[in-house]
């Protein structure tokens, strides 16, 4: 299996990231880590191998990024607002620096976004903000409401990157067309105690038009374990 390690200093974050690339060919698949995990997450806990076949045979390639949630989200020293301008400037990261590697290196133009936990969250924010870029979006076991993390605070960027804020709120006819075509994949354990942002997030879309699949897992199916079963069922391929 074709394995890759990159680093470089990102102009949007202002120091160096690494990132994983696993896989010759295929969707090209953003991998989120979990809150405030590392690039090599999934290979370390094993998701690399739940898809070895799919990696092997060239179906996918997964593209596994770093987390800057200690410098956003996790930051609770800073003002909410700053929290979410380095959200702002991790996905200018991605846009302007993570998918123009992965175009370079693959040309496939169909890109997913996966991750579990909090990187379900990451997953799928990204997805909704750029539905015109992903194709499918899956988020296992993840939170879709970033207030938590807000202290009670809002504002423009805050707003835009909590999920089931923004798209309570959208109205623009052609984004609402482009989410109509992306495939949304929500997945959680029926005893998770974050079962119900999904189920909240999954019924906001459905009053937009936006059709999405919730799938509810038996059990509590936070873990690992769980969410290795739950990726080649979603991950889509070829075969």
Known sequence: MNREYHRWHSPALGRDMELLIFGHAGA???????????????????????????????????????????????????????????????????????????????????????????????????????PHVVGRAIGMSGIYDIGRWTNGHTDQNVHSNNPVAFISHEHDSQRIAALQKLDIILAVGKDDPLRGSSEQLSALLWQKGIGNALR????????????????????????
């Open 28 to 130: 090209r698949v953003l991998v989120f880590p979990t809150s405030k995990g590392k690039f090599y997450e999934w290979e370390d806990r094993q998701m690399t191998n739940a898809i070895r076949g799919h990696l092997d045979n060239g179906w996918v390639q997964l593209i596994c990024v770093d987390s800057v949630d200690a410098e956003s989200w996790y930051a609770h020293w800073k003002h909410p607002g700053d929290r979410a301008w380095r959200q702002i400037q991790y996905e200018y990261y991605l846009l302007n620096e993570v998918l123009p590697l992965s175009w370079q290196k693959n040309p496939n133009p169909f890109l997913i976004t996966v991750g579990a936990s909090f990187g379900a969250y990451h997953a799928v924010n990204f997805a909704l903000r750029h």
């Open 216 to 239: 509810l897992w038996d059990g509590w199916a936070h873990d690992w374990p769980w969410w290795q079963q739950m990726l080649p069922l979603y991950i889509g391929g070829h075969g």
